[in-house]
């Protein structure tokens, strides 16, 4: 018996449904792979906002007052002084990243938000001075902590008033201020996310030394 091949119309059949197959995983590759994109994205915002929120956290935890006066010395200022969208104080936790730096463990830190000019969004910014100067509130290099900040609040907790202040100025005209550290700040950051829709993260952090010591 003669074998029979395949007809014309069998082949285009055929490759019409190939043709069909191929372009349905074409495109369910496509969207696989932008959903693995977006995941990462999210994700890695995610990663970036809790580093953030976390250094910050830590920062503010080791803000401190000094009591101590040394006419011989170079003034060091200590200070605090917290407003609604920018913090700037002296704390502890300096690291020497040179080897024998003449550096010691206090300096100068500020957040707030400015426009970063690489991708000219509004972003939050970390300034950093080691050692300290008889201006805590000026000077350091400021390097962009976290980019695409919509907001930054700040709120300071009152222990003997029990409330949270706008405000905590320890150089200001309120001698209660003057003399201690607010117990515990709030933080409150809007980042925009990997969908480019705004997201609020909210958080607290205890400062440890909120009494003046003597150095």
Same mark, same amino acid.
């Given at each position: 018996?003669?074998?029979?091949?395949?007809?014309?119309? #069998?082949?285009?059949?055929?490759?019409?449904?190939?043709?069909?197959? !191929?372009?349905?995983?074409?495109?369910?590759?496509?969207?696989?792979?932008?959903?693995? #994109?977006?995941?990462?994205? &999210?994700?890695?915002? @995610?990663?970036?906002?809790?580093?953030?929120?976390? $250094?910050?956290?830590? #920062?503010?935890?080791?803000?401190?007052?000094?009591?101590?006066?040394?006419?011989?010395?170079?003034?060091?200022?200590?200070?605090?002084?917290?407003? $609604?969208? /920018?913090? &700037?104080? &002296?704390?502890? !936790?300096?690291?020497?990243?040179?080897?024998? #730096?003449?550096?010691?463990?206090?300096?100068?830190?500020?957040?707030?938000?400015? &426009?970063?000019?690489?991708?000219?969004?509004?972003?939050?910014?970390?300034? *950093?001075?080691?050692?300290?100067?008889?201006?805590?509130?000026?000077?350091?290099?400021?390097?962009?902590?976290?980019?695409?900040?919509? *907001?930054?609040? @700040? *709120?300071?907790?009152?222990?003997?008033?029990?409330?949270?202040?706008?405000?905590?100025?320890?150089?200001?005209?309120?001698?209660? /201020?003057?003399?201690?550290?607010?117990? $515990?700040? $709030?933080?409150?950051?809007?980042?925009?996310?990997?969908?480019?829709?705004?997201?609020?993260?909210?958080?607290?952090?205890?400062?440890?030394?909120?009494?003046?010591?003597?150095?």
């Amino acid at each position: 018996m003669k074998a029979r091949g395949f007809s014309l119309l #069998e082949l285009l059949v055929a490759a019409s449904l190939l043709a069909i197959i !191929g372009g349905m995983l074409v495109q369910s590759l496509s969207t696989s792979i932008d959903t693995k #994109e977006a995941v990462e994205g &999210t994700s890695n915002r @995610f990663h970036l906002v809790r580093s953030a929120m976390s $250094r910050m956290v830590d #920062e503010i935890s080791q803000a401190y007052l000094s009591t101590h006066v040394a006419s011989m010395e170079a003034r060091s200022e200590t200070g605090f002084l917290g407003e $609604r969208a /920018q913090l &700037t104080f &002296t704390a502890f !936790g300096y690291v020497p990243r040179v080897a024998d #730096e003449k550096k010691g463990d206090a300096r100068q830190l500020a957040y707030y938000l400015d &426009t970063d000019p690489k991708t000219q969004t509004q972003s939050l910014f970390r300034r *950093e001075q080691a050692n300290l100067d008889d201006n805590f509130d000026e000077g350091g290099r400021p390097l962009v902590l976290l980019s695409d900040v919509r *907001e930054l609040t @700040f *709120e300071y907790w009152d222990a003997s008033k029990e409330d949270w202040l706008e405000k905590w100025d320890t150089k200001g005209s309120d001698p209660a /201020q003057a003399s201690k550290l607010p117990v $515990r700040v $709030r933080i409150k950051l809007v980042a925009v996310m990997a969908d480019d829709e705004p997201m609020t993260f909210m958080t607290q952090t205890k400062i440890w030394l909120p009494t003046p010591i003597k150095l």
